[in-house]
């Protein structure tokens, strides 16, 4: 998939045909590339989920994880790994499957096929996943810990509400904010990652790291961009039925206030962000392309 896959075919546009016929494979791809690189940046990213509730500092969101204890550290784990895994196998399965059905698989894909794959892509996966990112969110804030102790008692909580509430202030809170996040973040993930991962590799730069720069640059550009909604996504999404539970105006009012009226308080966690979303989308893209190229070669020798 870089430059050691070019020099194997020859002909970038042969490359790219022969990628798609293996884009089934990136289901399972993109689940493995997405599980370890949850599994190594999950502490970084409940430091940045501690700084989108409380306003805090770096310093302030880790002491108060010290005072918690590593009994409770790793609480609210298997949401995201689970969700990351399913995200992993939806983002990289669907939008090979829709470039595959929508692209001509003898010519280059155009910006406009990888954006419209990548938003449909994040489209589903926020259909998908709303639900765990629901009960991770609920998980992760301390405040919560005595009347939800477990995944199951936040489970048990949802579905003591009637279906339409079950649905909309239960599972699917925030679902249009989630879309909006997803859908354009993955569009601009995808629309840029081959490009600028080609051109990198065009420079002769060793094996995985124009996939490993690509993954980073996208992928921190692309948080960054996007940092307001996930902290309202957050915050909405940690509330439950009572007196804290805010429709969307209240709840852009409170995080706005809550933030001091500053942009840069809104961002705080911006610089951990930066850290965790290099990580994350780099070691995920390496590991993606990596293993698709392999197992795609090993296909072709059998």
Not at 2 to 21: N, S
Not at 149 to 160: A, C, K, M, V, W
Not at 163 to 178: D, F, H, M, T
Request: hydrophobic share 40%.
């Amino acid at each position: 998939m870089g430059d050691k896959a070019r020099m194997q075919h020859g002909d970038p546009e042969r490359r790219e045909e022969e990628e798609r016929r293996w884009s089934s494979r990136s289901f399972n791809v993109g689940a493995i590339s997405s599980f370890l690189s949850t599994l190594m940046t999950f502490p970084i990213y409940k430091t940045i989920f501690r700084q989108q509730i409380h306003a805090f500092s770096i310093r302030e969101a880790i002491q108060q994880l010290r005072q918690e204890g590593m009994r409770r550290f790793y609480r609210g784990l298997f949401p995201p790994l689970l969700s990351k895994t399913l995200q992993g196998t939806l983002l990289f399965g669907t939008h090979d499957s829709l470039l595959l059905l929508t692209s001509n698989p003898s010519e280059p894909c155009t910006l406009r096929e990888r954006w419209t794959a990548g938003f449909l892509s994040g489209s589903v996966e926020a259909l998908v996943l709303n639900p765990f990112e629901r009960v991770q969110n609920v998980l992760q804030d301390g405040r919560k810990d005595a009347r939800f102790p477990n995944t199951r008692s936040i489970l048990q909580e949802f579905n003591s509400y009637g279906l339409k509430e079950r649905l909309i202030v239960g599972y699917y809170r925030g679902l249009s904010l989630v879309l909006l996040r997803n859908s354009l973040g993955s569009a601009l993930y995808f629309s840029f990652k081959d490009p600028l991962r080609d051109g990198l590799a065009a420079r002769g730069l060793p094996s995985l790291l124009p996939a490993l720069v690509s993954g980073s640059v996208n992928g921190t550009v692309t948080c960054l961009a996007l940092y307001p909604l996930s902290v309202l996504i957050a915050n909405m999404q940690s509330q439950i039925v009572g007196r804290d539970f805010l429709g969307l105006q209240q709840s852009v009012w409170s995080v706005w206030e809550s933030h001091g009226r500053k942009l840069s308080i809104l961002y705080r966690g911006g610089s951990l962000l930066v850290l965790r979303s290099c990580l994350t989308w780099g070691l995920t893209t390496a590991i993606h392309d990596f293993l698709k190229e392999n197992t795609g070669q090993k296909s072709q020798e059998e």
